[in-house]
């Protein structure tokens, strides 16, 4: 948005024959619109050019600049009700309201001003936010070929990726309903995502064929070089991203924009720490550019900080950047505290595939660990929002997309569509332990346990190891790969509580269908006496057996004998006496047992 092309009149004049003050037109070149302002503003109150009627306008503009818009609106404002308005000021301050968020102001005063291509730019936009798509067809048919609406037409292309997707509601599809039994779901199906948070970048492939077409026919547009290198990195190109960034940082090494760009991108390829250090040359520049990004800078620091000062920083940034609430969510679901998560969560009405693939993590969690008659509900609508993003044409063949599709058929538990789309990404996440988790799960899930556990074991989260269900599914793959022992050495790490009982009885059925006997028989004893149930003496009393079978077939160590008859007497039952005087008979007659 330009003002006039009229260059400000400044006095040559200068006091210090010594020192060169820069000019207005330098102070913009360099888009030091701080200096621009400071300059205009002492021109202003100077005697001799109080006079000069180009100098509010060039105020206005350089607020306007700076993200000043309140500012830059007062300043219009005035102008307007000056004694030389022009009607191009009422649309200079349609924008300022655009940026302020009050779109149907912004539009009402569009629409008073006269026609031009600035006008049409900003309904364009408008209708945009308004999701008015007869609106947006009217206005789409009134942008040329112009470079300044091509660019607009991008922008609008890349803002509507999200619009993309394929609604889908439960009545449309029969097969994919959440299971019956999903109101008490089986402890060892319990999902964990992958959330590393949002980092603060407002595409899809109409909007890089813009930029390219624009780039060629226009070479020193070097900019462009920034939006096609956020139009790959939103796809997930991260490397196409970075070598088409560094084309511009070439030309502009101290831009905020892109460099806030390059520490995103290395987010995605390598970690925190390196997009950290990314920032922290933006943070000890002083250029002009950095001002208008220091929330976003802030911001982004907290998600390569992994969450640090995040309750400090995000709460004051939820009304200015739209990834700090997301962000605020998943601080909150790092830390368990589910019911903040979802109180933050509740009121959003998801409109981005960020936001709906939060609401759909927040239900999941919230859905998979209450007790709540809702919970069904919850599940089934997380289910549908992962579907949603996941099978829309913009995210279906991007990793994330991938990743809400395997989330989808993790909840219905179709646990071979999972691994079809994990695997498709796995090179992605090969040292990412929640990936690893979940893949083990879904591996596990389709009996292939010697995959399940190399997934596991590669898992280095302490937090993840301690968890109930990581230890259940490790114990049920030792099992079923015939390492019963590591399985019943885990239940002796743990404490006694309701979680070791549990383990207990996950050890004594699955060693008992995989023919472990002598484990199933020492669970199924411990269980007996914590409980002596009848059910329990008839697995205790069938492990033995099948024990005893094994050690005559030599399957089973003949030394255990011994052990078996012990952990018989040790029951109260009638029959397991006779049991035992049995098997002391056999050991009798072979003494080397």
């Given amino acids: 948005m330009l003002l006039s092309r009229a260059k400000a009149s400044l006095s040559s004049e ?25 300059l205009v503003d002492f021109q202003r109150q100077s005697k001799a050019k109080s006079a000069d009627p180009l100098l509010d306008q ?114 449309q599809d029969e097969s994919q309903k959440i299971p019956e039994d999903i109101g008490n779901p089986d402890p060892l199906t319990f999902f964990s995502l992958n959330f590393r948070g949002c980092t603060s970048i407002l595409v899809i492939p109409t909007a890089i064929d813009i930029y390219k077409r624009l780039l060629l026919e226009n070479r020193d547009y070097h900019a462009l070089n920034v939006y096609i290198a956020i139009c790959y990195y939103k796809i997930e190109y991260q490397d196409v991203a970075s070598e088409i960034l560094s084309l511009y940082l070439q030309h502009f090494p101290d831009s905020a924009t892109a460099l806030n760009l390059k520490a995103c991108i290395n987010f995605k390829l390598f970690d925190g720490k ?10 000890n520049q002083t250029s002009s550019s950095f001002a208008y990004a220091r929330d976003i800078i802030k911001h982004n620091l907290v998600v390569f900080r992994n969450g640090e000062d995040a309750l400090k920083v995000l709460p004051p940034l939820v009304s200015l950047i739209p990834e700090a609430r997301l962000n605020l969510i998943i601080y909150h679901l790092k830390h368990d505290e589910l019911e903040q998560a979802m109180e933050i969560a509740k009121d959003i ?10 609401k759909a993590v927040v239900l999941t969690c919230v859905g998979q660990k209450s007790k709540s008659p809702v919970r069904k509900e919850q599940i089934k609508k997380a289910q549908q929002h992962f579907q949603l993003i996941g099978s829309s044409s913009s995210e279906c063949d991007t990793v994330s997309g991938r990743q809400c599709m395997a989330s989808c058929f993790f909840l219905l538990r179709q646990f071979e569509d999972v691994l079809m789309y994990l695997e498709s990404i796995k090179s992605f996440f090969a040292t990412d332990d929640t990936f690893n988790y979940n893949y083990g799960q879904a591996k596990a899930a389709t009996g292939e346990y010697k995959e399940a556990l190399e997934a596991f074991n590669s898992i280095t989260s302490g937090t993840l190891r301690q968890d109930f269900t990581f230890a259940s599914w490790l114990a049920r ?34 060693c008992y269908k995989s ?22 003496w008839e697995g205790k009393r069938g492990a033995c057996i099948g024990a005893f079978r094994d050690i005559i077939s030599g399957n089973e160590k003949e030394e255990r004998l011994n052990e078996i008859i012990v952990l018989l007497r040790s029951s ?14 056999y050991a009798l007659s072979r003494p080397e047992i």
């Fill in 14 to 38: 200068n006091p210090n024959p010594n020192t060169e003050i820069p000019t207005l037109e330098e102070f913009l070149e360099k888009r030091d619109f701080n200096g621009a302002l400071t």
């Fill in 58 to 171: 060039w105020i206005a503009y350089c607020l306007f600049h700076l993200g000043e818009y309140k500012k830059a609106s007062e300043q219009y404002k005035k102008l307007i009700s000056g004694k030389k308005s022009e009607p191009i000021f009422t649309l200079y301050l349609a924008a300022c309201y655009f940026y302020m968020g009050l779109y149907e102001e912004a539009q009402e005063l569009a629409k008073k001003s006269p026609d031009s291509d600035l006008k049409n730019r900003i309904i364009f936009h408008c209708a945009h936010k308004f999701n008015d798509e007869r609106q947006l067809l009217s206005f789409h048919n009134q942008l040329n070929e112009k470079t300044e609406n091509q660019l607009c037409l991008a922008a609008i292309h890349y803002l509507r990726n999200h619009n993309q997707v394929k609604h889908i509601h439960a009545d």
């Fill in 274 to 283: 390196v997009a950290e250090n990314d920032l922290k040359t933006l943070l």
């Fill in 349 to 358: 009405e998801p409109y981005t595939p960020a936001e709906y693939v939060t």
């Fill in 477 to 510: 793959c030792y099992i079923m790969t015939k390492q019963a022992k590591l399985a019943w050495e885990i239940y002796l790490r743990m404490d006694n509580s309701t979680e070791s009982f549990n383990l207990l009885q996950l050890i004594a059925d699955d």
């Fill in 515 to 536: 023919g472990a006997f002598y484990y199933s028989a020492k669970a199924f004893d411990v269980l007996e006496r914590l409980d002596p149930s009848g059910e329990y």
């Fill in 572 to 585: 109260s039952h009638k029959q397991s006496e006779d049991i035992a005087r049995i098997m002391k008979q």
